[in-house]
């Protein structure tokens, strides 16, 4: 079952969507829902509401609580559970390193595409493959910057990456 709600945030209104497994009875994560993708408005490949999704925000009660805390300067990390099956083994791998990035600290490109094994030419395949990352804020793609501390491309803008890393005390170029 595939539900979705809308919070509030200073980036704007984000589209929660996330699942329950049929039959669940609310264990999946603390809000008893797997989450598939949080977009921002006007995002490049974000989600938007389909015919037969249900709006349910207290499914997303938990997330939205930890978003507000993280927007409050008050979560560094968060708890929540994704939904397994989104997104190739490689681009699986390279969100699975966006995971590890800590709070207030940022990493290159290169470096990602090096503890994927994809350094070189790898780069690319990389960047693409964080551009395509379906839980943004959540999965901290915007921790991720060029090699000389500019900001790159972020699917929900370069404005709004700088307001993330901003948040966050996170070091990059032109501040």
């Given at each position: 079952m595939t539900m979705y709600a809308r919070v509030t945030s200073p980036l704007g209104e984000l589209l929660l969507v996330g699942e329950r497994p049929a039959g669940a009875a609310g264990a999946v994560g603390s809000s008893g829902v797997a989450?598939?993708?949080?977009s921002l408005p006007g995002q490049k490949g974000g989600s938007q509401v389909q015919d037969g999704w249900f709006h349910e925000p207290e499914a997303f009660a938990g997330i939205a609580?930890?978003?507000a805390a993280y927007f409050d300067g008050r979560l560094?990390?968060?708890d929540i559970a994704?939904?397994?099956g989104a997104g190739t083994e490689f681009q699986r791998r390279v969100w699975k390193a966006l995971d590890s990035?800590?709070?207030g600290e940022t990493v290159s490109y290169g470096r990602v595409a090096e503890q994927v094994g994809s350094a070189g030419p790898g780069v690319r395949?990389?960047?693409t493959a964080?551009?395509?990352n379906p839980l943004l804020i959540v999965r901290p793609c915007h921790r991720v910057i060029g090699a000389d501390g500019a900001?790159?491309?972020?699917?929900g803008g370069v404005e709004r990456k700088k307001m993330l890393l901003g948040l966050e005390g996170a070091p990059m170029a032109g501040r």
């Open positions: 989450l598939v993708s949080l609580a930890q978003l560094t990390r968060f994704y939904a397994d990035i800590p709070y395949a990389v960047g964080i551009g395509r900001l790159r491309g972020y699917a």
